[in-house]
């Protein structure tokens, strides 16, 4: 069995951009990879590509995942290709990270930290939202 793995992995020179976002694990199924490509979140070389766009070792790829609020974005260089979706530690191999990438990553999770930090634990109960009510109405 692991016989055909492997000459599954090694055997290929190219991979469509969609099949190996879904081997990579960036996307649970074939069809969110597509509707990302589709949509301009995945970029090849810093421009948008089409689904079919097929892809080699070495090749750098900016994928954008998340929401509006707090999106991700990373550049990723292509290690490896593969037809067959594996585990997470097997999806490791297929791409690496690139250090610019992994500290911007790291930056803006340290400001959507210190952005949750300005709020306040709990909503004011009614006592607390009179309070507030009289101190506004003071201060105009």
Do not use: C
């Amino acid at each position: 069995m692991q016989n055909n793995t492997n000459s599954k992995t090694q055997g290929l020179a190219k991979i469509r951009l969609d099949k190996w976002l879904w081997a990579a694990r960036f996307y649970r199924t074939r069809t969110l990879a597509k509707q990302a490509i589709e949509g301009g979140r995945v970029h090849y070389a810093g421009s948008r590509v089409k689904t079919s766009k097929e892809i080699a070792v070495g090749d750098e790829l900016t994928i954008r995942q998340g929401s509006a609020t707090a999106m991700t974005e990373k550049t990723v260089i292509v290690e490896a290709l593969t037809t067959q979706r594996g585990n997470a530690s097997a999806a490791e191999v297929l791409y690496s990270e690139t250090d610019e990438s992994e500290n911007r990553r790291a930056y803006h999770a340290e400001q959507r930290k210190l952005a949750n930090l300005a709020r306040p634990d709990n909503k004011p109960n009614k006592k607390e939202r009179r309070d507030l009510h009289r101190f506004k109405s003071k201060q105009d």
